[in-house]
């Protein structure tokens, strides 16, 4: 039997998506590319944007021309949130919400076992409850690896609160056993996820800074990033320990989504400007050469001209490397529906062209500033370039992607690098 997945959305959905390819595995399944033909197709969704869903509904549709015969599942956010308008793309034999999605493979077999006729999708959608520690398998150099899901913050914009239900995690003693195994793999990097990574614990009794000492104690992981964390949860406490920490690296992704402390509001976030601003501001300090991202929402409800250019001097004036843009899009069930002002969406495409252009500026300007330093590299497996005079490419500790001459013997591995203009990987993503 052949599996083929397909992964959108945020590095949570890609850990999910390969602690199931590990399950299908071991039951004697074969991966093969989405782009094949397989016996069964598994998406894993996303609702944080209505393009999200359109590109969910286009790899469905691409799934059942493959193969009419084959099982397509859909799983994860969208699937949560709308089972309905997807039960309604013919070929979907599986809907999963997030509570009940890691029990695919047993549902799966089941009904194979039974072999009945199917005339509509087996759906569940049971509110999200239970917590699966996962992590991802597909790379020999880092891993994304799941210690947290859920959010109990209800932002009036976003749709994850009702996709992914409450913020909920394991206790330390098995996150950290999960990270040994991880490191029995040989993984050199491990990068945190999570839905709202900072409330770790919270209803364990347990704090995310005991987590991140745990782990910098464990032998054979060289590195660990933080996805994500909220900037009214990155204490002092925790950039002063990564900044002391034997493998946490100097790169942080502290979304901000509105420069103007009247949408913070709107947005029910949990911090104004001021605070935002002071937490970059000790970062800075602490780890001048820090790479910190940020995310940004343009377009919300209420963001005049006048708003959104204050938004846009804020974020000019912070030491932020680069920014992850989106514009805002209408989630189905969020408060913010009934927010005033709405702005058209040609100029939320506008502005969000805006803050893309002063995000290229702040990436160029911050690999200017690091340009004749030496910073560590965590060369990856693949050969860029030319068959001739292949390339071997990683990222530095504090995310900048350079490239040298492809060694075999280096694959894996940590080593210092010059940051110099010929060693710099030009026009890359810029992904955390």
Same mark, same amino acid.
């Given at each position: 039997?052949?599996?083929?997945?397909?992964?959108?959305?945020?590095?949570?959905?890609?850990?999910? %998506?390969?602690?199931?390819?590990?399950?299908?595995?071991?039951? #004697?399944?074969?991966?093969?590319?989405?782009?094949?033909?397989?016996?069964?197709?598994?998406?894993?969704?996303?609702?944080?944007?209505?393009? @999200?869903?359109?590109?969910?509904?286009?790899?469905?549709?691409?799934?059942?021309?493959?193969? *009419?015969? $084959?099982?397509?599942?859909?799983?994860?956010?969208? !699937?949560?949130?709308?089972?309905?308008?997807?039960?309604?793309?013919?070929?979907?034999?599986?809907?999963?919400?997030?509570?009940?999605?890691?029990?695919?493979?047993?549902?799966?077999?089941?009904?194979?076992?039974?072999?009945?006729?199917?005339?509509?999708?087996?759906?569940?959608?049971?509110? *999200?409850?239970?917590?699966?520690?996962?992590?991802?398998?597909?790379?020999?150099?880092?891993?994304?690896?799941?210690?947290? +899901?859920?959010?109990?913050?209800?932002?009036?914009?976003?749709?994850?609160?009702?996709?992914? #239900?409450?913020?909920?995690?394991?206790?330390?003693?098995?996150?950290?056993?999960? $990270?040994?195994?991880?490191?029995?793999?040989?993984?050199?990097?491990?990068?945190?996820?999570?839905?709202?990574?900072?409330?770790? &614990?919270?209803?364990?009794?347990?704090?995310?800074?005991?987590?991140?000492? &745990?782990?910098?104690?464990?032998? #054979?992981?060289?590195?660990?990033?933080?996805?994500?964390?909220?900037?009214?949860?990155?204490?002092?406490?925790?950039?002063?320990?990564?900044? !002391?920490?034997?493998?946490?690296?100097?790169?942080?992704?502290?979304?901000?989504?509105?420069?103007?402390?009247?949408?913070?509001?709107?947005?029910?976030?949990?911090?104004?400007? @001021?605070?935002? $601003?002071?937490?970059?501001?000790?970062?800075?300090?602490?780890?001048?050469?820090?790479?910190? $991202?940020?995310?940004?929402? %343009?377009?919300?409800?209420?963001?005049? +001209?006048?708003?959104?250019?204050?938004?846009?001097?804020?974020?000019?004036?912070?030491?932020?490397?680069?920014?992850?843009?989106?514009?805002?899009?209408?989630?189905?069930? %969020? @408060?913010?529906?009934?927010? *005033?002002?709405?702005?058209?969406?040609?100029?939320?495409?506008?502005?969000?062209?805006?803050?893309?252009?002063?995000?290229?500026?702040?990436?160029?300007?911050?690999?200017?500033?690091?340009?004749?330093?030496?910073?560590?590299?965590?060369?990856?497996?693949?050969?860029?370039?030319?068959?001739?005079? *292949?390339?071997?490419?990683?990222?530095? +500790?504090?995310?900048?992607?350079?490239?040298?001459?492809?060694?075999?013997?280096?694959?894996?591995?940590?080593?210092?690098?010059?940051? %110099?203009?010929?060693?710099?990987?030009?026009?890359?993503?810029?992904?955390?």
């Amino acid at each position: 039997m052949k599996l083929a997945t397909h992964t959108l959305g945020c590095k949570l959905n890609f850990a999910e %998506t390969s602690h199931l390819q590990t399950q299908f595995q071991e039951a #004697g399944y074969q991966m093969v590319d989405f782009r094949e033909v397989a016996d069964v197709y598994v998406i894993n969704t996303c609702t944080v944007t209505s393009v @999200a869903e359109k590109k969910c509904r286009n790899a469905i549709r691409q799934a059942v021309a493959l193969n *009419p015969q $084959a099982v397509v599942a859909v799983i994860g956010c969208f !699937a949560q949130n709308d089972a309905k308008q997807i039960a309604n793309i013919p070929g979907v034999d599986i809907i999963l919400g997030n509570d009940k999605k890691h029990q695919l493979l047993s549902i799966l077999s089941k009904m194979q076992a039974e072999k009945s006729a199917k005339h509509s999708p087996l759906i569940n959608t049971d509110q *999200p409850q239970s917590f699966q520690l996962s992590y991802s398998g597909d790379d020999r150099t880092r891993t994304f690896f799941k210690i947290q +899901d859920g959010c109990d913050y209800f932002c009036t914009y976003c749709a994850i609160p009702f996709a992914r #239900g409450r913020s909920r995690s394991a206790n330390i003693a098995d996150t950290l056993a999960m $990270a040994r195994k991880i490191a029995e793999r040989g993984t050199k990097e491990v990068v945190l996820t999570g839905v709202n990574t900072g409330t770790f &614990g919270q209803h364990t009794g347990e704090h995310f800074i005991d987590l991140l000492k &745990g782990l910098d104690k464990i032998e #054979g992981i060289l590195r660990y990033r933080i996805s994500s964390i909220e900037p009214n949860l990155i204490t002092d406490e925790i950039v002063d320990f990564v900044a !002391a920490s034997r493998a946490f690296l100097p790169h942080f992704h502290i979304p901000l989504q509105a420069g103007s402390d009247k949408v913070l509001k709107m947005m029910h976030r949990h911090y104004d400007t @001021a605070l935002y $601003a002071n937490r970059l501001e000790h970062i800075k300090a602490v780890m001048p050469h820090a790479c910190i $991202a940020a995310d940004v929402i %343009t377009g919300f409800n209420g963001e005049d +001209d006048q708003t959104f250019q204050q938004s846009k001097q804020f974020i000019q004036s912070l030491p932020i490397s680069y920014l992850h843009v989106f514009p805002y899009s209408d989630r189905p069930n %969020t @408060a913010a529906l009934k927010l *005033p002002e709405k702005i058209a969406v040609p100029i939320r495409k506008a502005r969000s062209l805006e803050l893309h252009t002063l995000s290229d500026k702040k990436r160029f300007s911050f690999i200017q500033s690091q340009i004749g330093s030496t910073r560590t590299v965590l060369w990856e497996h693949t050969p860029h370039g030319s068959s001739d005079a *292949p390339m071997m490419q990683g990222w530095t +500790d504090n995310y900048i992607r350079l490239q040298r001459p492809f060694d075999e013997g280096l694959c894996g591995t940590i080593t210092p690098y010059p940051i %110099t203009n010929s060693t710099i990987v030009e026009n890359f993503a810029c992904e955390d």
